[in-house]
């Protein structure tokens, strides 16, 4: 494991006294007797080192989160070692904030769940290291956990919901459409060919210089963008939804955002306008972006929702489709999809905003729903690494292709 050490001011292997010391630090015992199975889960595998306690019924003992986020805004982008460094700092204060919070002394852990995939590599190795030490030393189980698995599952901490369901998940770094048909088996319908919404967004926030407007200066580009946009007319900019004649589930993004760009730069030379200012047009523009992006969300998980029902795989009397991811705290994102769900007589489902985002709760509740079901519980952690890239599930994507569904048009009056 990697941890600062301060009086050499670089990071460096930590010896076994270091986890002594800090297993030390938890001088309480509970002294309460747990009842039910709990979970620490460990999640670092973007920009958010986060932690969090979790019983077996769906208790949330204790958490702690810390966000780079101010960083990252600043330097226009994650910069992985930044997020790295930040992570090492990091880590044992986080985890330690969510064992005091939960009264849970180390000792009476049942697992440790820990992000091993998919995610920045950087980042994903700070958790695996510190976790497989934490492992190591109170000899528990540790649960390797699927990243988007985990963001899927969430919705079954806070809802009563039943295998299967359709999950949409959009977010910066995230954009998938998938069946969850148990705790690891999941169907891949379809996915970003390249970039995430939330990459797009923030993008465009950057290119728009919404940093520089007094009322989106501590927004995300996608809040920022979602905010401006109630005061512009999307009519006034005609983008067409990506992806159209493609009858499939997949996304697109770079190209809309490439002619985004493009618009971006004719106005600044129309409206004499450095690069870099803010356009009188910026509005209308984020309005345009947003809606454009709604109607090629929508439209992709409408098609996905009629592939799932052509073949019975979803629940007939009530199926369900989860959103969640940043994006998917977008209000008019949602709306755009309840017309599809509405029209399709689905349940839309958003877990709260909080665990909508990365956090550590969504990686012990995956540990959790694991324990319960006896998968992926590891004894051993021998030849155990960090991935960061894999797949979810099973790729049905080509298969939804070809059935080549016809999305009826729906009048998206948002
Ligand atoms: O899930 P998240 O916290 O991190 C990952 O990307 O994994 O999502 C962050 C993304 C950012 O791209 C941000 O711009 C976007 O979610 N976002 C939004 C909104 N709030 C955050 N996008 C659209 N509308 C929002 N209200
Ligand atoms: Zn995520």
């Known amino acids: 494991m990697l941890i600062l050490n301060k009086t050499a001011g670089v990071f460096s292997k930590p010896s076994k006294r270091n986890m002594y010391e800090f297993l030390r630090s938890f001088n309480f015992h509970s002294g309460k007797l747990f009842l039910h199975k709990l979970v620490l889960g460990i999640e670092t595998s973007c920009d958010d080192t986060a932690a969090a306690v979790v019983d077996e019924t769906g208790n949330v003992l204790g958490e702690a989160i810390h966000s780079q986020t101010e960083v990252h805004l600043k330097t226009g982008g994650i910069i992985p070692p930044v997020a790295q460094q930040l992570h090492r700092e990091n880590i044992q204060r986080i985890v330690q904030e969510a064992l005091s919070a939960s009264k849970v002394s180390p000792s009476e852990l049942s697992a440790i769940a820990t992000t091993i995939k998919p995610g920045l590599a950087l980042s994903l190795g700070v958790g695996l290291s510190f976790s497989l030490q934490l492992v190591d030393q109170l000899k528990k189980p540790f649960i390797p956990i699927h990243h988007m698995e985990a963001h899927a599952l969430t919705i079954r901490l806070t809802n009563k919901v039943e295998f299967p369901f359709l999950v949409l998940l959009i977010s910066g770094g995230h954009c998938l459409l998938a069946l969850v048909r148990g705790v690891s088996d999941f169907l891949l319908l379809g996915k970003s060919l390249d970039i995430a919404p ?12 919404l940093i520089k407007h007094p009322e989106c200066s501590t927004m995300s580009g996608g809040k920022a963008i979602e905010h401006l946009a109630k005061q512009g007319n999307k009519l006034h900019f005609d983008f067409k939804p990506p992806m159209q004649r493609a009858r499939n589930c997949d ?17 600044e030379k129309e409206e004499g306008v450095e690069k870099g200012q803010i356009l009188s047009s910026a509005a209308d523009i984020a309005a345009a972006v947003q809606h454009t992006i709604a109607c090629h969300i929508a439209k992709r998980t409408h098609r996905a929702i009629l592939f799932c029902k052509q073949r019975d795989l979803l629940c007939q009397s009530n199926a369900v489709l989860v959103v969640s991811g940043g994006v998917a705290s977008n209000l008019y994102i949602r709306k755009a999809l309840e017309i599809v769900t509405d029209a399709t007589q689905c349940t839309l489902l958003c877990p709260p905003p909080r665990l909508c985002t990365d956090n550590g709760i969504m990686i012990a509740w995956n540990g959790v729903e694991r324990l319960r079901a006896g998968l992926g519980i590891l004894h051993s952690t021998e030849g155990i690494r960090y991935e960061p890239k894999c797949p979810l599930g099973a790729d049905i994507s080509k298969e939804v292709g070809e059935a080549a569904i016809k999305v009826p048009r729906l009048k998206m009056k948002i």
């Open 198 to 209: 939330g990459d797009m967004l923030d993008k465009v926030a950057r290119r728009l210089s």
């Open 251 to 267: 996304f697109s993004f770079s190209g809309l955002h490439h002619v985004i760009d493009k618009m971006i730069m004719q106005k």
